[in-house]
């Protein structure tokens, strides 16, 4: 089955500063990735998505590459913000080619950013 | 549009006894999906279910069991607790297959087996 691997598990940055988070992923059926961000006692959240036919996305701060041949994506914050804070989580799903919905996530990157 | 919902919020059992979550998703979506969340295995799979059909079951043993209503609420059930059933359960919902779509989680049942 799939296998998400996602480094680092913990990143401090300063205010201001640039984060990226990156995730490799097994299975090169997977078409579908989002990012999840947690904060402390939350329900996860999704921040962006990117699908397989998209090499970047981006949404104001936040962008997602994905490398399809390398079988990696990343996640990249920019001019971070201390409400940027909190847990995120790297997902892959394989969608219509097989295994529906189901998503694998990978092991999460605590994000603290310092003032 | 409301968000969805999960009850009960918390939940203490004991050992050997069974207990039962419910979701509702997202008006609209169709399709849910239940996910255990432990610090130490993370985020794993357990169950999708669209139209009253499981379409897709992780790795878990079958003390855990789902279904789905008409209305698209879902339940999932576990069966002779076990003190490692102890997790934050989620559901997640989504729109109708086919996929893959965004999905979008309820906060979840906090379940506690002493």
């Known amino acids: 089955g799939e296998n998400v691997e996602q480094h680092p598990s913990t990143l401090s940055v300063q205010e201001g500063d640039s984060a990226v988070i990156k995730c490799t992923y097994s299975d090169s059926a997977s078409n579908y990735f989002p990012w999840y961000k947690q904060e402390l006692g939350k329900r996860p959240q999704l921040i962006i998505d990117i699908r397989s036919n998209v090499g970047e996305k981006k949404d104001q701060r936040i962008a997602v590459t994905l490398n399809k041949t390398a079988k990696h994506f990343s996640l990249h914050i920019t001019e971070t913000q201390p409400e940027d804070s909190a847990v995120y989580f790297c997902?892959?799903?394989?969608?219509?080619?097989?295994?529906?919905?189901?998503?694998?996530f990978g092991t999460g990157t605590q994000l603290k950013v310092e003032l | 549009k409301a968000g969805v919902t999960q009850t009960p919020r918390y939940l203490i059992k004991t050992r050997g006894q069974q207990v039962t979550l419910s979701c509702s998703p997202i008006?609209?979506?169709?399709?849910v999906s239940w996910y255990q969340q432990t610090p130490g295995q993370g985020l794993q799979f357990l169950f999708e279910y669209f139209s009253e059909t499981q379409r897709n079951k992780g790795n878990f043993p079958g003390r855990f069991s789902g279904r789905q209503f008409s209305n698209s609420r879902s339940e999932m059930n576990v069966s002779t607790l076990e003190l490692g059933d102890s997790a934050l359960y989620l559901c997640?919902?989504?729109?109708?297959?086919?996929?893959?779509?965004?999905?979008?989680f309820g906060p979840g049942t906090r379940l506690t087996v002493t």
């Open positions: 008006s609209g979506h169709r399709s």
């Open positions: 997640a919902s989504s729109l109708a297959p086919p996929g893959p779509h965004e999905q979008y």
């Open positions: 997902a892959a799903s394989q969608g219509v080619t097989g295994g529906g919905n189901k998503l694998t």
